[in-house]
């Protein structure tokens, strides 16, 4: 079974730094397709950044492009995300994600991923 653990969460400043860490288990998701997600209260959840295949396909969220940055350690079976310059609006719960396969095209519909982190809460004031 496919467990994705998320960590790195926390209290920041406006105009901090924090990086999210996410510890894959599991032998049945594509190693090469993660992504990140994240709820606010009251609003849907919505994808934040991507990586989708080997040749290192990424795509982020408009409104974190230039602040965010995911980056995979295939290896150690880690997904992390870098968050510069962070903003108030950036509060959320952020989840990580993974596929049974391979999927394609770059994308954050929600119901292409297979399986989901717990979440970890960052807050930005």
């Known amino acids: 079974e496919v467990q994705l653990v998320e960590s790195g969460g926390g209290s920041v400043q406006a105009g901090g730094s924090l990086r999210l860490s996410c510890a894959a288990s599991?032998?049945?998701?594509?190693?090469?397709?993660m992504a990140w997600f994240r709820q606010a209260p009251g609003k849907e959840r919505e994808g934040v950044a991507g990586?989708?295949?080997?040749?290192?396909?990424?795509r982020y969220a408009d409104s974190v492009k230039g602040r965010f940055t995911i980056s995979q350690d295939n290896a150690k079976n880690m997904v992390y995300l870098e968050m510069n310059r962070l903003k108030p609006e950036d509060t959320a719960i952020y989840y990580c994600?993974?596929?049974?396969?391979?999927?394609?095209?770059?994308?954050?519909?929600?119901?292409?991923?297979?399986?989901w982190g717990q979440g970890t809460q960052v807050t930005v004031s």
């Open positions: 599991g032998y049945t998701y594509n190693r090469n397709c």
């Open positions: 990586s989708y295949d080997r040749e290192g396909t990424t």
């Open positions: 994600a993974a596929v049974k396969s391979y999927i394609g095209y770059p994308t954050f519909s929600l119901p292409n991923f297979d399986f």
